[in-house]
């Protein structure tokens, strides 16, 4: 059936001018951006971080624990580097300096990590590490197997960081067992000198701190990558929403204008 011509474009040969169009197309501009900017703060919240150097190689806590007498580390994140709450699904450590052998293995020593919040500013560790460590969870406990390669990952109990809620602190307790192979290979990407992002206090057959810390990467569950910024990617239940949104407000003009 031919659509219906009005009045004034059979008086004039043309076609009237449809006056739902402009509201149309200003109805889909606003909802394409609402959902869009509404995707994109839902991505910032589940990207993952990457702290600290690679500058030098350090073996504490995960290659030579048991030579070294380590039973405790801690490791101290800068709230400020992370900039919006994150859910840590895992942990990674990177093997890229010249003291770092990616063939390396882990040795069997067990370790219990707790992901938590501290109770000191970046600097401020105390050698007491009972006293640095706030409100926690535990995130893994067992032995680490395999070899380092270019980078390791422990995955663990998922922890939600808030950042507005303080620094973050990686617990390390360390038990019994034998040291990664290679000495001279088992050391994790590390700065080599004080990093105003984090700092760590330790204890072996005494304790101490300092402002060397490994270079650790957090990761969220759909392991969204970011290192020194990103990119956000609509995720898909707000892309079916905005198909949906738009192909309603199409049909809707497209009644209009049949029935006008």
């Known amino acids: 059936m031919a659509a219906r011509s009005s009045a004034a474009e059979q008086a004039t040969g043309q076609p009237t001018p449809d006056p739902f169009r402009k509201p149309l197309r200003f109805s889909l501009a606003i909802l394409a951006g609402v959902l869009l900017a509404g995707s994109s703060v839902t991505s910032a919240e589940a990207q993952s971080v990457t702290i600290g150097g690679s500058t030098s190689g350090n073996c504490y806590p995960f290659g030579c624990a048991s030579s070294n007498g ?30 770092c052998d990616p063939s390396t293995v882990f040795g069997t020593t067990p370790f219990t990590i707790r992901l938590g919040y501290s109770t000191r500013a970046i600097g401020g560790l105390t050698t007491v590490l009972d006293d640095n460590l706030g409100a926690s969870s535990l995130f893994f406990s067992g032995t680490l197997s395999g070899m380092y390669g270019s980078s390791s990952t422990i995955t663990g109990n998922a922890f939600s960081y808030d950042p507005g809620m ?16 290679n000495p001279v290979g088992r050391f994790f990407d590390s700065n080599d000198s004080p990093d105003p992002d984090t700092d760590r206090a330790y204890c072996t057959f005494g304790c101490g701190k300092d402002g060397i810390g490994l ?10 990558i970011v290192g020194g910024g990103g990119t956000t990617v609509p995720e898909p239940g707000a892309v079916a929403l905005l198909s949906a949104g738009l192909l309603g407000l199409v049909a809707a003009g497209r009644r209009r204008r049949v029935n006008g």
């Open 70 to 99: 380590l039973v405790r580390y801690q490791q101290q994140y800068r709230a400020g580097a992370f900039s919006s709450p994150l859910s840590i699904s895992s942990l990674t450590f990177f093997c890229t300096n010249s003291f």
């Open 166 to 181: 303080g620094n973050l602190l990686l617990d390390v307790v360390i038990g019994a067992g034998t040291d990664a192979s």
């Open 215 to 224: 270079r650790t990467r957090f990761n969220d569950p759909s392991n969204n």
